[in-house]
């Protein structure tokens, strides 16, 4: 396990209380980016986001973003709205997997023809009364992060447009933060948040990578007149609100991660997918690689239903491959998730958000490229070496190279400048939706015991 002396001891560093039974202690010295408004309200947000995806990244991202608005001014009454009406973590459509296996066997043309209409009727019975109730008494609002600019079948067109509405019904001021731009866009798509991002109600807009900053500028920001900048994934400050999982002091053998995704999710998000009996095997093998060397082994998933079916069909393949050093966990929450992640030596993992929790808490993770956007972060961070394509590496040659990085772990100081940056971003996202303030204090650029931002390659 990488050390992580920066966070060791939190005596001497803030505490903040967010919304109901929530207490946190801040990990990162976030002194100098407090927004201050002297006797002024403090601003009221609503974030504007998937926090209760069925996959825990979003609910990660969410959740981190939350509480480091709170913890740099916002309101204690800052929360998020979900975009698809949903209210608790779990509350996923049923039939998910089965939904996704119909809609990858159809013509993309058909699966057009029926999805379309049923969102229209949907956000107009369901979301937007669902985006008005959560907004009142809000006084600004941010939409994002993770990859909401995207126009798979026309779904976060038709839910932004809806939010926009009700946004501008309510005269509240919002910026765009921290999303990923996708691309494969219609021109429908284009055309509907083009017109919805017009509103004189936006004020900035922050991508969270340099390829989704290209293609917004290209795309909308020149059409519009809003040029995108930077910030770093919110999901990035999970080390500093979820406690490190206490079993990785307890243990005597190193323990590897396996972040298991099915192929559907693959095939859905990108052009090319492995075939499913290579998967499997591939799967198989990495287990028994690990266990092979000496590894506690640790199998699970981000919280997609299709993930966690899949899983199901693989257990008794991995559990024989594995024995007694191959155990098996469903994180129910981001804080469940955090909990299995810090807790591991090393990560294997193409979900994006296992291995943003992972660096965030200084555990070396080995990714398995399928989407860009887990390229573009690993680029962003300076581990764009620790990328892998599993059709074109052996499960064994990738447990060599998951040894290999934890052997190296992650650079202490490069991951704290990382974390710092990830805070001066949210910052900015409250300077750009209240309004500069008088008493805020200048950011701690130029400090000795960091290095220079490496974000923008």
Known sequence: ?????????????????????????????????????????????????VKYSPNLGDGLIAECLERAAIALGAGNDTWSVDLAGRKRYGEASAGRAQILL??????????????????????????????????????????????????LDLNFPTKLTFAVAELERLSLPFVIYATGVTLGWTSQGTSMLREAFSSSLLRKVFMRDHQSK???????????????????????????????????????????????????????????????????????????????????????????????????QLRPYLAAAGGAAVTFQQPRTPKELCAVISGLDVLIAHRLHAIIAAYSYGVPALGLSWDRKLRFFLMSVSRENWLCDLEK?????????????????????RRKQVLWETWEGVSQLLEAVAGPSSHAKQFEWGREDVETSAMHS
Not at 273 to 295: C, H, M, N, Q, T
Not at 393 to 412: D, F, K, N, P, W
Request: glycine fraction near 8%.
């Open 1 to 49: 396990m990488t050390d992580n002396p920066g966070l060791a001891s939190v005596s001497n560093l803030p505490s903040v209380t967010g919304r109901k039974e929530d207490t946190w202690a801040v990990q990162t010295d976030i002194a100098g980016l407090r927004y201050a408004r002297g006797t002024d309200e403090p601003p009221r947000l609503r974030l504007l986001n």
């Open 102 to 151: 119909a809609l990858d066997r159809m013509p993309k043309t058909l699966r057009h023809r029926i999805i379309r209409p049923l969102l229209a009727a949907q956000a107009r019975r369901k979301w937007r009364p669902h985006y008005a109730d959560g907004l009142k008494g809000a006084t600004g609002a941010a939409i994002g992060g993770g990859n909401l600019i995207s126009d």
């Open 214 to 312: 290209v293609l917004w500028d290209q795309r909308f920001g020149e059409s519009l007149g809003i040029e995108a900048r930077i910030v770093r994934d919110p999901g990035l400050l999970a080390s500093d609100f979820f406690p490190r999982s206490s079993q990785s002091s307890e243990r005597r053998s190193p323990v590897a991660g396996i972040g298991v995704t099915s192929h559907l999710a693959i095939r859905y998000h990108t052009n090319s997918a492995p075939d499913p009996a290579y998967l499997r095997d591939w799967y198989i093998e990495l287990v028994r690689s690990f266990v092979s060397k000496g590894f506690q082994t640790v199998v699970f998933t981000n919280g997609s239903p299709e993930d966690v079916s899949y899983l199901e």
């Open 393 to 413: 590496t052996t499960a064994q040659s990738a447990v060599e190279l998951a040894c290999r990085t934890a052997a190296e772990g992650i650079c202490e100081k």
